[in-house]
């Protein structure tokens, strides 16, 4: 009767221990956080992917935190992680504890290269002056896009954006005349439209049609 109840006593410490046995995962994190709405309010979280290809990587938002883990921005990082499921969570809280094991690599993600704010000097061949001179920044991590088509102001989204294509959303704008800058503004807005690709060549930004043809040509400001 005794080894009988030792056996039973042992099998459920065995199995509570299993409960809480950790166990490791390999994740790539995103060079960039996302909101979300996560608890009682919004903030940012990390972004992760479990496979391998990281030109194909389908990221999923993750609001628990990592302990001993430091995101950077404009890096991918891929890193082992161990996860010990909590037993007595509280509601709302992660059920799980992720902790950094190692860091297995770092790569730095090329496109916050374009971040920051840029200005035009050339457009087909139009003649550019400091007097219209669109401008556009670009904010990479959240993947928005402002500036100036030397009259009126715009901003939008950035639709598409990988190591070679980028595409704009819609651009909404101000209505404003002027006479003396209408030229180059109404130029750029078309322009900004077509721009499928870009190009990296020194300090210059490069904004090209589907073909490869160049349509804006910028500096950094």
């Known amino acids: 009767m005794k080894k009988i109840k030792f056996m039973m006593l042992l099998s459920v410490a065995i199995g509570l221990g299993s409960c809480s046995t950790s166990t490791q995962a390999v994740y790539w994190v995103n060079s960039s956080q996302v909101e979300s709405s996560a608890g009682a309010g919004k903030m940012q979280c990390l972004q992760v992917y479990k496979g391998d290809n990281l030109s194909k990587a389908q990221w999923e938002a993750f ?35 992720y902790t950094l094991v190692r860091e297995i690599e770092k790569v ?15 457009m087909g061949e139009m003649v550019i ?47 404003m005349l002027c006479a003396e800058k209408m030229e ?4 750029f807005g078309m322009a900004m439209q077509k721009v499928r690709q870009y190009q990296l060549k020194g300090d210059q930004l490069l904004l090209t049609d589907e073909q490869g ?9």
Not at 108 to 117: M, P, T
Not at 165 to 174: I, K, N, P
Not at 213 to 221: N, S
């Open 108 to 122: 730095k993600d090329s496109r916050f290269d374009l971040q920051g704010e840029w200005k035009l000097v050339s």
């Open 213 to 221: 043809g160049v349509l804006l040509t910028f500096a950094k400001k």
């Open 184 to 187: 180059v503004a109404d130029a």
């Open 129 to 175: 002056t400091p007097e219209a001179q669109p401008t556009l920044k670009l904010n990479i991590s959240e993947m928005k896009v402002n500036g100036s088509d030397s009259c009126n102001t715009f901003m939008g989204s950035i639709k598409t954006f990988t190591d070679k294509e980028l595409v704009f959303g819609d651009l909404a704008s101000t209505l």
């Open 63 to 97: 609001c628990a935190p990592i302990e001993g883990f430091t995101f950077e921005e404009g890096y991918f990082k891929k890193i082992e992680v161990s996860e010990k499921p909590l037993k007595d969570a509280s509601a709302g809280a992660p059920n799980v504890a």
